[in-house]
């Protein structure tokens, strides 16, 4: 079965995002981030790739948005569903298992209901934002594995990176 993904990192008030940008510096959560979404294909929201600001190397790129029609590198879907449903046939194609949904706040609440997998980086800060990512309900959700790590000079906080399927 092919598995759907949000891969996110939320403050304990679940915020995900300040200005456009990250509020955090992870450097360790975001070489967990790379090496996950490597050689899946991620979908994200207009404004979560004008942060990154380039196509993520090694990863099939495909981007939702109403008002972008051409970037070198990334594939555009108009909406949310059309990218979902083009990711489900080209990994069958492809032979990949994982599509992976990678924000912001507006692709993550519009594919709650979507996802099987989820890949929770709980960072261990109340922080102020104006993205959130959604109130889950994890009772239908079975928790399998779990890594912590520790505030450094590489990482603004401690922070926990938590893996559920459904
Ligand atoms: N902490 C994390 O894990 C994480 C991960 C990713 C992003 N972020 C943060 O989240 C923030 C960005 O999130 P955001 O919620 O502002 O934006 P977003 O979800 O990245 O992008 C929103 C845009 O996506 C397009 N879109 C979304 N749904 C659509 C649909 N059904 N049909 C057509 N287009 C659709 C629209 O683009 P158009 O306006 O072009 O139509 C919309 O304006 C940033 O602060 C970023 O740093 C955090």
Redesign the pocket.
């Known amino acids: 079965m092919i598995k759907i993904s949000h891969v996110?990192?939320?403050s304990k008030n679940n915020v995900?995002?300040?200005?456009?940008?990250?509020p955090w510096s992870l450097k360790s959560d975001l070489a967990h981030f790379k090496e996950y979404t490597s050689n899946k294909i991620i979908i994200?929201?207009?404004?979560?790739f004008e942060?990154i600001g380039r196509p993520l190397p090694n990863r099939i790129n495909y981007v939702?948005?109403?008002?972008?029609k051409n970037i070198d590198g990334v594939k555009i879907f108009?909406?949310?569903k059309e990218a979902i449903d083009e990711a489900y046939k080209e990994c069958a194609c492809i032979q990949k298992d994982e599509i992976v949904i990678?924000?912001?706040?507006?692709?993550f609440r519009?594919t709650l209901i979507d996802i099987n997998k989820l890949i929770l980086t709980r960072v261990d800060c109340e922080i102020d934002g104006d993205?959130y990512y959604p109130e889950i309900d994890l009772s239908s959700w079975k928790l399998i594995s779990t890594q912590s790590f520790t505030k450094d000079i590489n990482n603004d906080y401690d922070f926990k990176i938590e893996e559920y399927i459904r």
Do not use: C, F, Q, W
């Not at 995900?16 to 990250?22: E, H, K, S």
């Not at 994200?44 to 979560?48: A, D, E, H, L």
């Not at 990678?102 to 692709?107: D, E, R």
């Open positions: 996110v990192a939320l995900i995002g300040i200005d456009n940008d990250l994200m929201g207009r404004k979560t942060s939702v948005s109403t008002t972008i108009s909406s949310t990678i924000g912001g706040g507006y692709l519009e993205i």
